[in-house]
């Protein structure tokens, strides 16, 4: 076998997922810079109509591109992905900025006061540190329209439980390790959730189906529960409630 | 275990949606052309067991995929071809016998609405399908319109690959070391109980990553063959998560995914490395063959219904 190799691996480099996919890997950390390069590199994809390149996949570190073998072969497309890596500048085109309205605490961000006694901090300094830092929307995964973020202040960073809760609502606010999460769809999980959005990430009978894409930037807005109330009643009734800016 | 698939919610996986589709692309396709459907088709997809069905207008119908009996009023009929089913008449489909996954395709299609572009059903978002969920006793489905079509029949076997799995390695080869891969590839592994359409488990001696067995999240596909640290691997099936955490040792060629779908639990599975131009090389020789399987499927004529009586008969008399 000539697969093993323990060199340092030097990115960014190309790897081979089966007959019909590869992975363009920028590198092998979770950053903001390395993000940056994931998603320009899928707009200019999208952008330059590479012909057999059936879907592209953002993710932390690395694009997963699919392709038709019977349209390109993947040697070939390796090639041409090389070339483009070369070629071009890794900015990014306009992000979208949104603003999340969340209400910390209650049943389903239930894990607030004792992660701000873990973190001995008062529930409004938490809630405070959680609501003005600024993140990034690095991959979408896991499950329908599930956000990962980055930019959780380092002060918040926190283990996921050891026994996963069996059920986690969608719009959940959540902290697994140095991540953060908006969820999607109801389910299992073992992170911590602290606050919750009326926003639907995830409605399949939405015209667009999914709210957030891999780069948006995102930051959150605590809210009362009177607000909380009339943002749900809104969202029930179909009409559009999310907050973009332009900066 | 019974849901309603198409072939899959293409395009999707940027915002986390699963693929999903049929565990064996080729049965379903072949199903859907002996009833006169298009092959994008929603059918049935079915393990263990198939069930009992009434209609309550004519209709074609056919069965492919693992083998299994199946009557219409108590007589017996052949999979891999088209027959009629009236209303009044019962269709009974028995239990899988030779592998795991059984296809019905049912002239029109099954009509539930589609759902991000698919009907197939993603179990575990609940989405598309019947519900999003598994059929139950007294589900009634909806079909689609259905015009006049011959009754077809697939007269030679739909070729299946044999010998080992064919993989291709990477995208984290190199997070095993030459033990590791000598493992992998010299020992037999055994398709275990732990199977669903989301991933195949397989028992065996346990694979060891030196570079950990955690990496940051990245993107899958279906044949992505993880490695976590209990050190047994993980086959990503049709219903696959969109992003993973494990390393990823290798991938199934695209051509020996629905055989190992269709792998019987505890058989035993051997790996061999192929290059990523090979499988290519397979994939495209195999749509070829598939191709041509699906536009020659032949007419049944009178005679043909008579040996299939006589079969029949001769098979009771024994």
């Known amino acids: 076998m000539a697969v093993m190799t323990n060199a340092p691996a030097h990115f960014p480099r190309i790897a081979a997922c089966g007959d019909s996919a590869l992975a363009v890997e920028f590198s092998d950390r979770i950053d903001e810079a390395t993000s940056a390069r994931v998603v320009a590199m899928a707009g200019r994809l999208a952008a330059a109509e590479v012909a057999g390149i059936t879907e592209v996949v953002p993710t932390y570190r690395s694009l997963l591109v699919h392709y038709d073998p019977a349209l390109v072969r993947g040697r070939d497309l390796t090639v041409q992905l090389m070339d483009m890596l070369e070629c071009q500048a890794d900015t990014e085109s306009t992000a979208r900025h949104i603003i999340v309205p969340v209400l910390y605490g209650g049943e389903t961000g239930a894990d607030l006061d004792a992660l701000a006694a873990l973190k001995e901090m008062t529930r409004n300094d938490l809630i405070a540190m959680h609501a003005s830092a600024r993140y990034r929307v690095y991959m979408i995964g896991f499950a329908p329209g599930f956000a990962y973020l980055g930019g959780l202040p380092e002060r918040l960073h926190t283990p996921r439980l050891a026994v996963p809760r069996q059920r986690i609502e969608a719009g959940a606010i959540g902290i697994g390790g140095q991540q953060a999460s908006i969820n999607s769809v109801p389910g299992p999980s073992g992170w911590r959730f602290i606050a919750r959005t009326p926003l639907k990430l995830f409605d399949p009978s939405r015209k667009e189906p999914f709210l957030l894409r891999a780069g948006d930037r995102v930051r959150f807005r605590a809210i009362e529960e009177a607000e909380a109330a009339h943002l749900d009643a809104a969202v029930a009734r179909g009409e559009p409630v999310e907050e973009w800016a332009t900066t | 275990m019974m849901t309603v698939q198409d072939l899959g919610r293409v395009g999707l996986s940027r915002f ?20 006169g459907n298009a092959e994008s088709d929603a059918g049935l997809e079915f393990a263990q067991v198939g069930g009992t069905f009434v209609v309550d207008a004519p209709v074609r119908f056919a069965v492919t995929g693992a083998s299994v009996g199946m009557t219409i009023d108590g007589k017996p009929v052949h999979a891999w071809e ?173 051509v020996d995914l629905p055989r190992m779908a269709q792998a019987m639990t505890g058989s035993f599975v051997h790996f061999r490395v192929i290059t990523r131009d090979e499988a290519e090389d397979l994939l495209l020789d195999q749509s070829r063959v598939l191709a041509s399987a699906l536009s020659g499927l032949e007419e049944k004529d009178k005679t043909t219904e008579t040996a299939e009586t006589e079969t029949t008969s001769g098979r009771s008399n024994t």
């Open chain 2, 16 to 35: 986390g949606v699963s693929g999903a589709g049929p565990m064996d692309p080729p049965s379903l396709r072949m199903a859907n052309r002996l009833v």
């Open chain 2, 82 to 254: 088209s027959h009629h089913l009236l209303p009044g008449q019962t269709l009974r489909i028995g239990a899988v016998v030779n592998a795991v996954w059984g296809y019905l395709a049912i002239s029109g299609g099954i009509d539930t609405p589609p759902v991000l572009g698919a009907r197939t059903t993603h179990l575990r978002t609940g989405l598309g399908g019947f519900d999003g969920r598994r059929l139950a006793a007294g589900d009634g489905l909806p079909l689609g319109a259905s015009g006049h079509a011959p009754l077809l029949a697939l007269r030679q076997p739909l070729a299946r690959p044999r010998g080992p799995f064919r993989i291709v390695p990477g995208p984290q080869a190199d997070h095993f070391d030459a033990s590791a891969w000598k493992i992998f590839l010299e020992e037999p592994f055994r398709i275990a109980t732990h199977r669903d359409r989301m991933a195949q488990m397989l028992d065996g001696p346990a694979i060891s990553a030196f570079a950990g067995h955690d990496i940051i999240s990245d993107g899958t596909v279906a044949g992505s063959i993880q490695v976590p640290s209990s050190g047994r691997p993980i086959v990503l099936m049709a219903e696959r998560q969109t992003t993973g955490g494990y390393p990823k040792i290798a991938t199934v060629a695209s």
